[in-house]
């Protein structure tokens, strides 16, 4: 290739790659619309001015990726971190890196397999006995599966398994540990969505859906119990470099944040509990998609057809 159409090949990469990460960066933390609020509203919603101090947070898929980093980095901060995961060994492991680093935090682990429902019941008993309240719940654990539907006519376990995860585990335990948050009238239930709930990317219809029916669910219940202190915040993450997307081929060339960036995002939710933190491009997508949802089936089935199972 010629030098110069090299060059100029590689600064109009350079150009649009960093136009996506802008247009990547999620938005919305640190308050979000708090300072819209009126009234009465406005005390409910909290100043979202609080530090982690003494603050006792809760975060599933602790054992790596977003949720180590996010559990980290609330300890820094000083929080009291419950590490949830099924290995034992890794909870353990970054418990003592967390509590030899001398940060006013202190991590605790308790490992637990999410899928198993009593599991999840007997996890929240142990934890409901050794704290008075869990004050943030972190629903980061999630299950992806990149998979068309005409290649899952035979493979509905996918949907389930990822259902299991996302969905159903995650209500579980709001269901268990809302209550001490309503009794103490204070407390957030932050989960880590996926930007492809506004996107709908094609050949992820499975972990989507179990996205979107946690948000729905979320949605409702911050109505429900917007007078007793508790906020709900859906962060929709963009890509972020982790195991979970290293089976697409397609995503390494794509900007996307480091587990350490998306950790610091969780962080920022907590102190500045905002209703939802978004990227701007799924805003937009989302905008569009309600406009004209015909123009968005012709820009998604075109996607499809350019990247091969």
Do not use: W
């Amino acid at each position: 290739m010629n030098p110069l159409v090299r060059r100029l090949r590689s600064t109009a990469i350079g150009q649009a790659g960093a136009l996506f990460r802008v247009a990547s960066k999620p938005i919305g933390g640190g308050g979000g619309l708090r300072h819209a609020a009126l009234g009465p509203i406005a005390g409910v919603l909290g100043s979202g001015d609080g530090d982690l101090a003494g603050s006792v947070v809760m975060v599933t898929g602790a054992s790596s990726g977003i949720g180590e980093a996010a559990a980290r980095r609330i300890a820094a901060e000083g929080g009291t971190v419950l590490l949830v995961a099924r290995s034992t060994e890794s909870l353990e492991a970054i418990a003592r890196q967390i509590d030899a680093s001398g940060g006013p935090g202190t991590a605790h682990p308790y490992p637990c397999d999410l899928t198993d429902l009593d599991a999840v019941d007997a996890l929240c008993d142990r934890v409901l006995a050794d704290h008075p309240a869990v004050d943030v719940l972190v629903n980061n654990a999630g299950r992806s599966i990149r998979r068309s539907v005409d290649h899952s006519e035979d493979r509905f376990h996918d949907f389930e398994r990822t259902m299991q995860l996302n969905y159903f585990a995650a209500i579980r335990l709001i269901l268990r540990l809302l209550p001490a948050m309503r009794e103490q009238q204070h407390g957030q239930i932050v989960n880590v969505s996926s930007a492809g709930v506004q996107l709908r990317t094609p050949r992820f219809s499975g972990y989507i859906a179990s996205k979107a029916a946690l948000e729905a669910f979320s949605d409702a219940v911050q109505a429900e119990s917007l007078a007793d202190g508790i906020r709900f915040t859906t962060i929709s993450m963009p890509l972020v470099r982790t195991p979970m997307i290293s089976p697409t081929r397609q995503y390494e060339g794509i900007p996307a944040l480091t587990p350490v960036e998306a950790g610091r995002l969780v962080a920022e939710a907590i102190t500045g509990r905002p209703r939802r933190v978004a990227p701007p491009f799924a805003h937009i997508i989302s905008t569009v998609d309600t406009l004209s949802p015909e123009t968005m089936d012709a820009v998604r089935n075109r996607v499809y057809r350019m990247f091969p199972e």
